[in-house]
């Protein structure tokens, strides 16, 4: 099994990308051999600021090690490094529908939320992702719920890539999404009708993962709930959903047990209290790694090159592959490697 996910460099990471997403990604460094990238080149898709952009990325990678990621079992590197990926969305680009990426609600959503311009590279974020994932034939892709109609989309690149120039064979193979059947889309606790992001989200309803102990602990306090005080799960109870599978998590029971855990609570109060012990007990040892991790920008510099370097290895063989079907550059026994 290889095991392929990307996570934006920018702004703040929260409980939802910790739950949905990163909290996975740990997991399958145990389940197979698993590949991790920053992918700057889908952050520049919005409006940013360039020097920001580096130093975000050095965030990201020491909190990803902060949350148990392992070099040393899995492959953690920064998209822009290994040139395949572009490359290999252009290829793609030729067996990508324009309708379906019309149809993407991510490019919906965030093209009507620009200000300023709204880039081609946004229309054409899915497309990089596809390669993304197809350059290192990767089976599982670990993502939170947001993400199901572009690995859906992946998908179909792929088949319809194989169909045209596969000649009866998976150049491509077809990858499978991984969202987790609890945590998937964990909601803002300001306003739980809306999924907790860092664009968009309020900030009181958002906890970041390097939040302090005594903030996370307002945060949960101040969540919105509803009138009642039964501790269940139903689509009337949106604000008591959430913290119900926040704290499911968090505590590694099952959101049922859960709930029969709390049968004799005194009501939300007392919800609220358990989620934020719970949070913070998961999220401070990881803030503390943080610190000492986010220090040493030349540690964090070498692991991102070493991991280029080995996902370059996997993707190239791809690449080749994929030109060659293709029809474009030298024929392959002529062909000088680089
Ligand atoms: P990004 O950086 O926005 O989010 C990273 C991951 O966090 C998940 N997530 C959530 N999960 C649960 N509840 C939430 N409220 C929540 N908000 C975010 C996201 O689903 C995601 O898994 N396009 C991707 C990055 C990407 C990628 C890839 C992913 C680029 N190439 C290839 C998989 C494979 C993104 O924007 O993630």
Redesign the pocket.
């Known amino acids: 099994m290889r095991i392929?996910?990307?996570?934006?460099p920018?702004g703040s990471k929260?409980l939802?990308?910790y739950?949905?997403?990163?909290r996975q990604y740990v997991e399958g460094q145990d389940r197979g051999e698993a590949l991790y990238?920053i992918?700057d080149l889908?952050a520049i898709t919005v409006s940013y600021d360039p020097h920001e952009l580096r130093s975000s990325l050095y965030d990201l990678c020491a909190l990803l090690l902060a949350a148990g990621l392992d070099a040393q079992r899995c492959i953690l590197f920064r998209q822009s490094d290994v040139l395949e990926h572009a490359e290999l969305t252009w290829l793609l680009a030729s067996v990508t529908a324009f309708g379906d990426l019309q149809r993407m609600h991510?490019f919906k959503d965030k093209s009507a939320s620009q200000r300023e311009l709204v880039s081609g590279g946004l229309f054409f974020?899915p497309v990089?992702?596809a390669a993304?994932?197809l350059a290192y034939r990767a089976t599982d892709?670990?993502?939170?719920?947001?993400?199901r109609q572009?690995?859906e989309l992946m998908r179909d690149i792929a088949i319809r890539f194989n169909a045209r120039f596969g000649g009866g064979e998976e150049v491509l193979l077809v990858p499978e999404h991984r969202i987790p059947s609890v945590?998937?889309?964990?909601?803002d606790l300001q306003d739980p009708a809306r999924?907790?992001?860092t664009t968009g989200g309020s900030e009181q309803g958002t906890i970041y993962v390097l939040d302090e102990p005594a903030t996370i602990v307002k945060k949960i306090a101040s969540a919105v709930t509803d009138s009642g005080r039964e501790i269940v799960r139903s689509p009337e109870k949106a604000g008591v959903s959430n913290l119900i599978e926040i704290l499911a998590v968090a505590s590694g029971r099952t959101p049922q047990q859960v709930e029969a855990d709390m049968a004799d609570a005194r009501g939300y109060g007392d919800l609220k209290k358990a989620v934020a012990e719970a949070v913070v007990a998961m999220l401070a040892p990881v803030r503390e790694r943080y610190v000492r991790l986010r220090a040493d920008e030349g540690a964090l510099e070498q692991i991102l090159a070493d991991g280029a370097a080995r996902a370059s290895e996997i993707a190239s063989h791809t690449l080749a592959d994929v030109r060659e079907r293709m029809g474009v550059g030298a024929p392959r026994q002529t062909r000088t490697l680089r």
């Open positions: 392929f996910s990307g996570i934006q920018t929260h939802g990308n739950i949905g997403a990163i990238c992918v889908h991510q974020y990089l992702m993304d994932v892709v670990p993502v939170g719920d947001d993400q572009h690995v945590g998937a889309r964990i909601m999924k907790m992001s």
